[in-house]
């Protein structure tokens, strides 16, 4: 019988120690950044180092791995360490930090109301994703609070994508705002046409 | 029970966008019948008596909700050879594979995770001796790990009912199974002996590295129940638990690709398979 | 005129783009298919076989770009698939980091359905 049963197996080495840990996340070949990443969320002053490799880190996957590690963290260190991504050159770093952000759920949130009235149109942009884990009527406050003084229309659409999945019946007279404002941007047109058609749909089933 | 209208189209599209982003599931408007009774079902075991305030528990994963409409809409019985067009990648294409990097006398090694009542993981042994024509030249190892350790207990016992065994032909029946009275069969001894049962958490390292690496791991129809991060988490233990080049195998609507980048696709003529990339230091 | 319905794979993570392109083109006739980021995008492409590939920039896990140049790499057919580019951008740099990376086209958001309309036709090769 070719079948064989071991009853035990050598478990796979674990990188570990606070000195040997960061030193590999910024110095070892990718594989060994990569266990690094993995490992730093539990040595102290992982954070820190976990913030500053994001900003240089080059290889896909150990970037996962970092941003990994400070979702599972989840505090305001491990937010803002991920925060200054949203500004980064290379569009895959924004948004691997915006799902980070978003996973990050309520630690991130107190940060939002700021990030959503960014001098910067793109942070706008991208923060509304943030939104999308926030109860409903918070969300909605927020995101037509945004709207309501949004001249980008690329703004307004990243915002009434996520009001089409959490937004209540306040948004409407903000959308109906909206669409008049952007009269002829069709895309526009379209998007709040579907979320004001949910929106009204969901209020007027059964109560 | 109360009565409740079918949902709107806005709100079944509300639906299928929430379940695509959070599983990869897609749902079409031709499964819209079936999925609206099941979640009618839902609703009501809920006791949500809008589909607003069902979605608002769904989104926010309120006791599980999320697991428990997967579960409803989809067909999760186990059985022998189910999804066996992976079972025949294996033979055909996967050892094949692996062998050109294994030493001689190099333990195959291939892990059924979860392994639920241990169908998929005696699937895999039946298969192995029934169509892989070098699997007297090599050791196999097979281990089989889930984190409910009853169903582990019944997987070790190796009984099973006639559902289980509806896709093995009569003569596989007779060759591997012992009759324990009416429709009820054990599986023979050499062959439950020779799978080890294991629990194991996929989502911590801590148990995952335990284990080993393997050549080939099947983690089916699991995964699309975790959250982003936990997900992400275990596909970076499960990649830890391949060898170098190892193939991990998952159910069919699934994506590893949607979860995470450190696999690459393997198109295979039976299956879509993720592979560890060779070389290296693991 | 070809007989057969063209197949578009529209890669966008945002649910109401896709399914703008997926009103828009499907009224036209055309076979939608989705996926919510480049690496997904690339394992649907091997068993879908799109005619053409509509493809956002700011997604996560593969941004845009980086899913262009990843597909030319890959073997014909699939290098082949004309691209259409759909980004907030609209800087020269990013028209030119686009045509660099192997796009066909590059249309700026908010999209217009009777461009988007007219550049699938013509990169489909149909009549619009």
């Not at chain 2, 979605?55 to 186990?78: H, K, P, Q, Y």
Request: aromatic share 8%; proline share 4%.
């Amino acid at each position: 019988m070719p079948l064989i049963r071991k009853s035990s197996t050598s478990p796979l080495p674990l990188l570990s120690g606070k000195d040997d840990v960061l030193r590999a996340l910024f110095e070892g070949h990718a594989e060994e950044r990569w266990a690094a990443a993995r490992a730093a969320g539990g040595v102290a002053g992982g954070v820190k180092a976990l913030g500053a490799a994001l900003c240089l880190e080059r290889d896909v996957r150990v970037r996962e791995a970092i941003l990994t590690s400070l979702t599972r963290m989840a505090s305001p260190d491990a937010v803002e360490a991920v925060l200054p991504m949203m500004r980064a050159e290379i569009a895959a770093w924004r948004t691997g930090a915006i799902d980070a952000l978003r996973a990050m759920q309520q630690a991130a949130w107190p940060y939002l109301p700021q990030l959503l009235a960014d001098p910067d149109a793109d942070v706008r942009l991208l923060a509304c994703e943030i939104a999308r884990t926030l109860p409903g009527e918070k969300a909605t406050a927020l995101l037509c609070g945004l709207i309501e003084g949004e001249s980008e229309a690329n703004v307004c659409a990243s915002a009434i994508e996520v009001l089409a999945e959490v937004g209540t019946a306040e948004a409407l007279p903000a959308l109906e705002r909206c669409a008049a404002r952007f009269q002829g941007t069709r895309f526009l047109e379209f998007s709040i046409k579907v979320t004001g058609e949910r929106i009204r749909s969901q209020t007027a089933g059964l109560a | 029970m109360s009565e409740f209208t079918a949902i709107t189209e806005e709100e079944f599209r509300r639906l299928c966008e929430f379940i695509y982003r959070r599983t990869g599931m897609v749902f079409t408007e031709a499964k819209r019948y079936y999925i609206e009774r099941r979640l009618v079902e839902r609703m009501s075991i809920a006791g949500s008596v809008s589909f607003a305030s069902y979605f608002t528990r769904l989104r926010t994963d309120v006791d599980r909700e999320i697991e428990r409409l997967i579960n409803a809409v989809t067909v999760n019985e186990t059985y022998f050879y189910r999804e066996d067009y992976q079972l025949r990648c294996m033979t055909n294409d996967l050892l094949a594979d692996r062998l050109k990097h294994k030493a001689r006398g190099e333990t195959i090694r291939i892990w059924s995770v979860p392994c639920s009542t241990g169908e998929e993981p005696f699937s895999i042994a039946i298969w192995l001796l029934e169509n892989w024509r070098l699997v007297d030249q090599y050791d196999i190892e097979i281990v089989g790990s889930d984190i409910d350790t009853t169903v582990m207990e019944k997987a070790h016992a190796g009984v099973f009912g006639k559902r289980a065994l509806m896709r093995l032909t009569d003569d596989l029946v007779r060759r591997y199974f012992e009759p324990q009275g009416a429709e009820i069969w054990k599986i023979i001894e050499e062959l439950r002996e020779s799978v080890l049962f294991t629990p194991v958490n996929i989502v911590d390292p801590v148990e995952t590295r335990q284990h080993g690496r393997f050549d080939i791991i099947f983690c089916r129809n699991v995964l699309i129940y975790f959250d982003d991060a936990s997900r992400r988490v275990a596909a970076e233990n499960l990649y830890e638990n391949l060898m170098p080049g190892g193939f991990i195998c998952l159910g069919h609507t699934e994506s590893m690709s949607r979860i995470s980048p450190l696999f690459s696709v393997r198109r295979f003529t039976d299956a879509i398979v993720y592979q560890k990339a060779t070389g290296g230091p693991a | 005129m070809s007989d057969r319905k063209m197949r578009v794979m529209v890669v966008d993570d945002a649910a109401l783009v896709r399914l703008f392109y997926r009103e828009t083109l499907g009224k036209a006739g055309f076979i939608v298919d989705e996926a919510l980021n480049g690496l997904e995008a690339l394992e649907k492409v091997l068993s879908e076989a799109p005619d053409l590939l509509i493809v956002d920039v700011n997604m996560p896990q593969m941004d845009g770009i980086t899913f262009i140049k990843t597909l030319r790499r890959q073997e014909p057919p699939m290098a082949g698939i004309p691209v259409l580019i759909a980004s907030t951008e609209a800087g020269p740099q990013d028209f030119a980091a686009a045509r660099e990376a192997g796009a066909n086209f590059y249309l700026v958001k908010p999209i217009d359905p009777d461009r988007l309309l007219a550049f699938a036709a013509m990169m489909c090769g149909v009549a619009a």
